[in-house]
């Protein structure tokens, strides 16, 4: 058997996308969850080529020569290797992964040529949104709610995304992350914060991200007077639910770490509209934006279990 033909997808960590730049995606003989993006895993699958494997039975996954798993508090057997993008700070950081992964098929040239393209790409629309020397700096807030409650995200990668983007975000000097809906004084607290934000990246987790809607946030954060609301005013309400697989299988944490160039595009253009671009993996719900299935662009496969090396998307940057 060979070394490469046994591997194990996460469900929390999933470096499909690297392997479909890498053209390495066939080498994938199970997975542990269908809560995947790529459709060539799912076609895999449905001809029988990839498996379903329960993670919770250790000998089902010691049949595979390489378990790829993000859980850290799994036991770690001689054929765990441990994927963890999440715990980069920056962008690039994150799909620099790719590198990690390609050692594992003796493909750390094609690993690097990917890498170096996503980096240039990346690198020169950041300089070129430093160029501009924008007058005006939206500012933006990453949030999410749960149970009554809404949080602001201060992760790193999140963060240098609205900075490269052109963006602020907010003032360190808000110190409080966790405002609840039920007390007054803590909804108060957080319109008042909110009176200062122009755009807003809603995280909040669905079931079902094609019923999330503008009422759906408006009810969330119970707002009765608009008026001071600059994110309302400006229509800037966005989501990274935009590309998804049968309704839950978002690619923001699959293909968006191994392309961040087109997170930063989607950002550009949501904090400086030209009306020229169509954003990848955000959507705005304040103009009706609506979810897409996952584009069959990346998508070179065929049922006997091999797939092409895809070429990263490159945004044009003048």
Known sequence: MDLYT?????????????WQLLGFLGACKGFTSDAVTSQCLKKFYDAG?????????????????VYFTGN???????NIAN?????????????????YVGVFANL????????????????????????????????VAWMSYDNGVWSFTKEGYKLKFVEDAGGENLDDSINKMTYSTSIPDDLDALHAILCTVDAVIDET????????????????????????????????????????????SL?????????????????????SPTGNYSTTYFRNLAKGGEITTSSSKLEMCDVNGSSSAAEPSIIPCD
């Open 6 to 18: 046994w591997v194990m997808l996460p469900f929390n960590a999933t470096p499909a996308h690297a």
């Open 49 to 65: 080529e990839v498996i379903m494997v329960n993670k919770s039975v250790p000998q089902q996954l010691s049949q595979f020569q």
């Open 72 to 78: 850290t508090d799994q036991t770690q057997a001689c």
């Open 83 to 99: 994927f963890l993008p999440s715990v980069e700070d920056y962008p690039l950081q994150r799909a620099e992964w790719i590198k």
């Open 108 to 139: 750390e040239v094609r690993a690097n040529q990917v890498y170096d393209a996503v980096k240039e790409n990346y690198m020169c629309l950041a300089r070129r949104v430093a160029s501009k020397n924008l007058p005006f700096k939206p500012v």
């Open 205 to 248: 987790h669905t079931s079902d991200p094609n019923i999330y809607t503008l009422s759906t946030f408006l009810q969330n954060i119970d707002i009765e007077d608009q008026s001071c609301f600059s994110f309302l005013t400006n229509e800037s309400i966005w989501r990274y639910d935009k590309r998804m697989q049968n309704s839950t």
């Open 251 to 271: 690619d923001w944490f699959d293909g968006a770490v191994s392309q961040p160039q087109l997170v930063l595009a989607d950002l550009i253009e949501a904090f």
